[in-house]
């Protein structure tokens, strides 16, 4: 082997030394994965902690006070029947409600699990809409809000619509329960249900605190609620807008968000019908109703 001239040893060297750099440089990557990678790891660990600590509240309370006001009842610490009304009315308001946070918790442990698969029925949605809000209004009325629902219709849609109730009810219910939630201080809450052939809109609208943009992504991830702190502001466990994405995605549709902060809030999510849905006989009835006491 002869040896290098100087030319050639420069070339030499130049290339080890460019080699060199790329596998820092490889190295420098790697570990910036691994770091966020980590970081990611961590905030979920928190989040998760958090939640936990959220569903404790969430259940205990409710579960609390069910047990405390029917013991009035049954130790006859309710003297007259208004009384026993009224205590029965808001046992059954706690009761519907840890109902519909357990619906969520199911829900997101099944999405969780691969095994949230749709069910396909042919759907009266004016039916299972009204359903729906009519078990809201009187949640909104308790924060001093108006729930109101326009209709529009365009031609050449039939009475039925290929879906999944039960996914469909949950996405409204999730929307129209965030809307109440974070619309307090506003005029009330609107949804506007708009209706084409082969899909149907359902915009849900308030005028409360409103979402920073840099935020409109951050809220639909799991666990995340914007008011985490020791004490938060508002009830809720983090699902919800997590759930109304997973089962869009599920059903093929969207969701979108405008908002600003101290602005409202106005969530859109568009449903398309399911295609496949040819010779379909089955009938789904409105749905499990979401009923809310003061």
Not at 46 to 69: D, H, Q, T, V
Not at 145 to 160: H, K, M, N, R
Not at 190 to 197: D, G, I, K, M, T
Request: charged share 20%.
């Amino acid at each position: 082997m002869s040896p290098l001239n100087d030319e050639d040893l420069i070339k030499e060297l130049a290339g080890r030394v460019e080699e060199k750099n790329r596998a820092l440089f490889d190295l420098r990557m790697a570990t910036r994965r691994l770091e966020e990678v980590n970081r990611r790891l961590v905030e979920s660990e928190a989040l998760k902690g958090r939640f936990l600590s959220n569903i404790r509240n969430e259940i205990n309370n409710p579960l609390a006070a069910i047990i405390a006001m029917a013991g009035e009842i049954s130790t006859g610490l309710a003297r007259d029947p208004e009384e026993s009304r009224t205590l029965a009315a808001a046992i059954q308001g706690e009761a519907l409600h840890l109902d519909f946070q357990m619906r969520n918790i199911f829900c997101a442990a099944e999405i969780e699990a691969g095994e949230a698969l749709p069910t396909i029925a042919l759907v009266d949605l004016r039916a299972l809409v009204a359903a729906t809000t009519v078990s809201f209004a009187t949640l909104a009325a308790a924060q001093g809000l108006a729930l109101q629902t326009t209709w529009v219709e365009e031609p050449g849609c039939g009475p039925l619509f290929a879906t999944d109730p039960t996914k469909i009810q949950l996405i409204l219910a999730n929307l129209l329960s965030n809307a109440i939630k974070f619309g307090i201080g506003g005029a009330g809450v609107q949804l506007s249900v708009h209706r084409v052939a082969g899909q149907v809109r359902l915009s849900v609208e308030d005028q409360g605190i409103g979402i920073d943009p840099p935020d409109h992504e951050t809220i639909f991830e799991r666990f995340r609620q914007l008011d985490a702190g020791v004490v938060k502001g508002y009830p809720g466990l983090g699902l919800g807008l997590s759930i109304v994405k997973a089962l869009l995605e599920l059903l093929g549709g969207t969701i979108a968000v405008e908002s600003a902060a101290g602005r409202g809030s106005c969530f859109t999510a568009v449903i398309p019908e399911t295609r496949d849905a040819g010779g379909l006989d089955v009938f789904a009835e409105a749905g499990n109703e979401f009923y809310f006491e003061p």
